[in-house]
């Protein structure tokens, strides 16, 4: 079993509270609201059981070049209601009659490319060398798109990254990011050249 050291996740953290800045300024233009995203909290978790819930949606998110592996987020299905709401032309105000359908998802997905995109942007000034990601796929309890990443059910360390969300005075919330241990290690690495 790989484990990851409490000053390994700190940078980790770090890293993370870097390039979630850029995505809170992109999140912002495309939403139109003053949006927040700070105060990493860094743990280290033998595994991904707590993870699944309700009232939660998973996104992941696949790197293409840079990296190798996934990086998952969870958002509150609120949330991601709100911030759809907000990508379809509405006012967050009211989501209790919005569904997580085709229309939804797409505008939340849109969302965490956009966001993400200017992560993998982040990530690549940081370690000096070109990373991308692609399309982010979304799980919920009512549509499965994706299985949870292998790496991060295989019995090794997670880093999990919670940082506070704010958007307006409509979400005021956590977004958590997932660091399987391949991609910690492979970020460290970096960090050391």
């Known amino acids: 079993m790989e484990i990851i050291t409490k ?7 770090e890293i993370a ?3 979630t800045g850029t995505a809170a300024t992109t999140l912002s233009m495309m939403l139109n609201r003053a949006t927040n995203i700070s105060t990493p909290m860094v743990e280290v978790l033998a595994d991904e059981s707590s993870l699944t819930s309700d009232d939660r949606i998973l996104v992941k998110v696949p790197y293409t070049k840079g990296l190798d592996g996934t990086n998952l987020m969870v958002l509150g299905t609120n949330d991601a209601l709100v911030i759809a709401n907000l990508m379809m032309g509405g006012d967050g ?5 919005m569904q997580l359908d ?5 505008a ?3 969302a965490m490319n956009q966001m993400c995109g200017s992560i993998a942007t982040s990530m690549s000034t940081l370690l000096n060398r070109p990373t ?4 982010p796929l979304i799980n919920s309890r009512d549509k499965k798109t994706f299985d949870i990443p292998e790496e991060l059910c295989n019995g090794t360390d997670i880093v999990k990254v919670t ?14 990011q997932l660091y399987p241990v391949s991609i910690v290690k492979q970020i460290l690495k970096q960090e050391e050249v």
């Open 17 to 19: 509270n870097i390039c």
């Open 132 to 135: 991308d990601i692609g399309f």
């Open 108 to 110: 939340i997905s849109e």
């Open 102 to 106: 085709e229309l939804t998802l797409s």
């Open 7 to 13: 000053e390994q996740a700190d940078i980790i953290g």
């Open 163 to 176: 940082l506070h969300l704010t958007v307006g005075d409509l979400i005021d919330s956590k977004l958590i």
């Open 93 to 97: 105000t009211d989501v209790s009659n």
